[in-house]
């Protein structure tokens, strides 16, 4: 009952179905030629995503250990735009337009690693914020503006075609509701029109993207299709992940179904785009610095448990995913391969709980990133390659 409770309520506030009538937020525009409007914006020396440690210790299943440093690129040849979810807990419906401690963490489990890649551009927008969600849940409803969080973005987007692009190619990164609101900005001003010959891909996690059925272009997006192959640009990757031996129960869900006759939730696998199973690229949270969002810690990473001096950890060989359809859901299906008297953990974290209970309706939502950028990262880079030859 409560998760059901909790899915319609955020449902309700993300989708923009008012739960009561909105009431009125500050329309002041946020001034996005200044670098404090960015989380992260290239050539700040104090930039969130320059200074973002994310060294990883790889951990074998014999439980050996060692470290790989991260290295951004110092030059990169296309550019990465990020949208980060629901991190703010300001007291308001709507966060305020500062860069805060919650929007630096998400933005070091989500993003900073795609500056080996690209220029990270992150703009600070006034999301709707945790209160709001939780406020929705108690039943005692804050109104948030949800125009307000669209309009910064889409602010913020303008800026960055007029003053950064000059013509590179640009991966659109979202998730949650970040996802929602880059859908949107999709939808609006880059589907169908001249700027589209710039998208590198729009990633859309932990999102339901509709597409007809069998199908990989037409629904939400009219001429931006599900990606299919790296080499593929100005296209669409979407999905939400649960554990495969949990998937999602029968309800009301935001994630991994269809809301219109003759549509469903698309599912592109970042480790595999044409369909198939195939290997996570993970980073997880080593448990070394505070977590973005409600969840379990991750416990011991081997036995007996070593010392983990990086935030992030690899585990080679430990989880695979494939798109899988069920019960009329459309969901990437995570899948852990435990090795039988080994020395690394066989179990990872990631499930959403509330009062101490697993919310399996939201399944991986927490780390539908963490999960799948090594993977995603693969592709953005051979998408980038691609764009940059077919302009010489």
Not at 190 to 216: E, H, M, N, T
């Amino acid at each position: 009952m409560l998760a059901s409770f909790l899915a319609l309520q955020v449902g309700a506030l993300l989708r923009g179905v008012p739960t009561v009538a909105a009431q009125p937020v500050s329309a002041v525009k946020i001034d996005y030629a200044s670098p404090a409007s960015w989380v992260c914006r290239p050539g700040r020396p104090a930039d969130a995503c320059g200074r973002s440690d994310q060294d990883a210790t790889i951990v074998q299943a014999d439980g050996s250990t060692r470290v790989e440093r991260f290295h951004p690129d110092g030059d990169p040849p296309i550019d990465c735009f990020y949208v980060y979810p629901t991190v703010s807990l300001d007291p308001g419906g709507n966060a305020n337009p500062k860069v805060e401690a919650q929007e630096v963490r998400v933005v070091d489990q989500q993003f900073a690693r795609f500056a080996s890649i690209c220029r990270p551009y992150a703009p600070v927008y006034r999301q709707v914020t945790l209160t709001a969600l939780r406020a929705a849940l108690s039943g005692h409803p804050v109104n948030p503006d949800r125009e307000l969080a669209y309009n910064d973005v889409k602010q913020a987007w303008d800026y960055y075609l007029a003053h950064d692009n000059h013509g590179r190619g640009v991966a659109l990164i979202g998730h949650s509701q970040g996802s929602l609101v880059l859908a949107e900005l999709v939808r609006k001003e880059i589907d169908g029109k001249p700027v589209q010959k710039r998208l590198l891909s729009v990633i859309l996690a932990g999102y339901s993207l509709q597409v007809p059925v069998a199908k990989d272009v037409g629904g939400d997006f009219k001429s931006i299709s599900l990606c299919r192959s790296a080499s593929q640009i100005g296209c669409a990757i979407n999905f939400a992940s649960f554990r495969a031996d949990s998937p999602p129960p029968p309800g009301e869900h935001l994630f991994g179904i269809s809301r219109t006759p003759g549509l469903e939730a698309a599912c592109v696998n970042p480790a595999v785009l044409d369909g198939s199973a195939g290997s996570l690229h993970a980073y997880l949270a080593s448990g070394t610095q505070p977590q973005v969002a409600d969840g379990i810690q991750p416990g011991p990473w081997t036995t007996p448990p070593k010392p983990i001096s990086t935030p992030f950890v690899e585990v080679p060989g430990l989880l695979s995913a494939e798109c899988r359809h069920d019960g009329g859901f459309h969901y990437l299906a995570v899948t852990l391969h435990p090795v039988p008297g080994g020395a690394r953990t066989n179990s990872i974290t990631g499930d959403v709980v509330v009062g101490g209970r697993i919310l399996r309706d939201w399944g991986l939502h927490l780390v539908d990133m963490n999960l799948t950028i090594g993977n995603l990262i693969d592709v953005v880079r051979r998408e980038g390659q691609t764009y940059v030859a077919e302009q010489h």
